[in-house]
């Protein structure tokens, strides 16, 4: 049977096929046209970004970070605002109940325990890049340096 979308689901997909549709564009111009300085084409062409991606910016960079962490952001905000549902209380329970049966629901739950990880992941490579180029400048080993360093981290 027929399953009704919702304005969310359809702005989705209207924001997806227009991202496509833009990048495919922004590519084909610049392959075909080697001159353009539009900032539309310079955002969108993925032969561009390819190569901005690969190019490294200097030793010890931490920008490809970036990406993930705002992608880890967002999945976190997806999941806790789904968390207050669980606790609230519930005067609309069919609509309560179609959501939590949708099948995007329990990934994005279960999201919840890996972002957790994902975020440690991530403060563990900061910190062990921040030491690393710490032993370039100054190559003795000191317990100090650690211990200041943890407790900044516990701070934060």
């Known amino acids: ?4 979308r919702t304005f969310g689901e359809c702005f989705f997909v209207f924001i997806s096929l227009l991202l496509i549709l833009t990048t495919s564009f922004a590519t084909w111009k610049e392959l075909n046209n080697s001159a353009t300085d539009s900032i539309i084409i310079k955002s969108f062409s993925l ?4 190569q ?3 190019v490294a910016s200097k030793p ?8 993930l962490r705002a992608l880890g952001t967002l999945t976190i905000l997806i999941v806790h605002s789904q968390l207050p549902i669980i606790r609230m209380p519930v005067w609309n329970t069919e609509d309560l109940e179609s959501q939590a049966n949708h099948v995007m629901f329990p990934l994005i739950n279960s999201a919840n325990t890996h972002m957790i990880q994902f975020f440690f992941t991530l403060g563990g490579m900061v910190f062990g890049i921040s030491c690393l180029t710490h032993f370039e400048r100054f190559p003795e080993f000191k ?7 943890i407790l900044r981290r516990l701070i934060r």
Do not use: D, T
């Not at 049977?1 to 009704?4: D, I, L």
């Not at 032969?47 to 390819?50: A, E, G, M, S």
């Open 1 to 4: 049977f027929a399953q009704h």
């Open 47 to 50: 032969r561009r970004n390819l």
């Open 52 to 54: 901005r991606l690969w």
């Open 60 to 67: 010890n960079s931490l920008r490809y970070l970036e990406g």
């Open 143 to 149: 317990i100090m340096y650690f211990l200041k360093k």
